[in-house]
C-alpha cells in the first residue's frame, strides 16, 4: 500500500460521510452474494456505518495495515469474518462484505480528481492495493474461524463417540466404535478417569466389538489406557475380542498386561458382577 493512500481514501471518505455510506449499503444489498437470511440490513447499515468510521480514523492516523493505528479496522474485520464464519456464510460471501465498498470508492476517488488523470491513476492504484489488502485480510480470519469452528466440532463428536456408561455399582463401561487413533485414546482416558473419581468405580470394561482392526499402535493405546486406570485403582476387562482380533494380537506377539479380556460385553458383565459380589440368577418363569 503506497504511503499517500491512507490520505486519499480519508479525503474521500471526508466528502459525504452519509452518501458513502448509503452506497456503500445499496451495493451489498444489491450483490449476489448477499445472505438476507443470514444477515438483516439493519445489521448491514450498522456494521457498514461502524467500518466506514474506523477506516476514516485509521487512514487519518496513517501507517501500515498492520500497525497500531489500524488496530480498530483489524479487530472489526476479524469480529464481522468470525460471525458470519459461525453463521454459515461461505468465504465469497464474507469478503463481499470488503470488495463491496471498491466501486463506491472508485466512483468518489473520479468526482474528487476530476480531469486530473495523474491523481485518478495513482489514487486508483492505491484504493486497489487497500481493498485487496482489507478483503484477503477478511478472508484470512474467515479461514481460521472455520478451522477453529470444525476442530470445536471434531472434539465434540469424540466426545459423544466415547461415551462412558456407568452399568451397576461400581461397574463402568466404555464402548468404542471405529478406529482407535491417538487422539481419541486420549479423550477415552480422560472420560474413563474423570468417571472413575465421580463414581469411584473399581472395574471398568472397554469393549471394542465396535472397533475394526486392532493393531500394535491400537493395542498400545488400549494398554495406556488400561495403565491408567489401574494407577486410579479400576481394574480393566476388555471385550469384544472376535476371532479375527485375536488372532492378528497373537500373530503381533502384542501382550496385554494387566487387562482380562472376554470375547462378549455380556461375558465381561457377567465377570464384573462377580468380581464385584454380585451375583445373577435367573428368575422361575410363571
Known amino acids: 500500500m503506497d504511503s499517500s493512500t491512507p490520505q486519499i481514501v ?13 452506497a456503500w449499503v445499496a451495493e451489498q444489498m444489491a450483490s449476489p452474494e448477499r445472505r438476507p437470511d443470514l444477515i438483516t440490513e439493519a445489521e448491514i447499515r450498522q456494521q457498514s456505518g461502524e467500518f466506514l468510521g474506523l477506516l476514516r480514523t485509521a487512514t487519518l492516523e496513517g501507517g501500515d495495515f498492520g500497525g497500531p493505528g489500524w488496530a480498530g479496522v483489524r479487530d472489526m474485520l476479524g469480529r464481522v469474518s468470525r460471525a458470519r464464519a459461525l453463521k454459515g456464510f461461505t468465504p465469497s460471501e464474507t469478503a463481499t462484505f470488503i470488495f463491496s465498498l471498491r466501486s463506491p470508492l472508485f466512483e468518489r476517488l473520479r468526482q474528487s480528481a476530476g480531469d486530473d488523470a495523474a491523481r485518478f491513476h495513482e489514487g486508483l492504484r492505491g484504493v486497489t492495493a487497500l481493498v485487496d489488502r ?52 486420549q479423550v477415552v482416558m480422560e472420560s474413563l478417569l474423570q468417571r472413575i473419581v465421580e463414581t469411584e468405580a473399581s472395574i471398568a470394561i472397554i469393549d471394542i466389538t465396535g472397533v475394526p482392526t486392532v493393531d500394535t499402535l491400537v493395542a498400545q493405546h488400549l494398554l495406556k489406557t488400561v495403565a491408567a486406570a489401574r494407577l486410579m485403582g479400576a481394574e480393566c476387562i476388555i471385550s469384544g475380542i472376535r476371532p479375527q482380533i485375536a488372532q492378528t494380537i497373537v500373530h503381533l506377539g502384542v501382550e496385554l498386561h494387566g487387562a482380562t479380556t472376554k470375547a462378549t460385553l455380556a461375558d465381561a458383565i457377567l465377570m464384573a458382577l462377580r468380581q464385584n459380589g454380585w451375583r445373577v440368577m435367573r428368575t422361575a418363569q410363571g
Open 134 to 185: 482489507l478483503g484477503l485480510y477478511t478472508t484470512e480470519v474467515f479461514q481460521r474461524s472455520r478451522e477453529e469452528v470444525i476442530h470445536r466440532q471434531q472434539q465434540e463428536l469424540m466426545e459423544l463417540s466415547t461415551p462412558v456408561i456407568k452399568l451397576w455399582e461400581g461397574i463402568l463401561a466404555v464402548p468404542l466404535i471405529g478406529t482407535l487413533d491417538s487422539a481419541r485414546t
Open 10 to 22: 480519508a479525503d474521500i471518505l471526508a466528502q459525504d460521510p452519509q452518501g458513502m455510506q448509503e
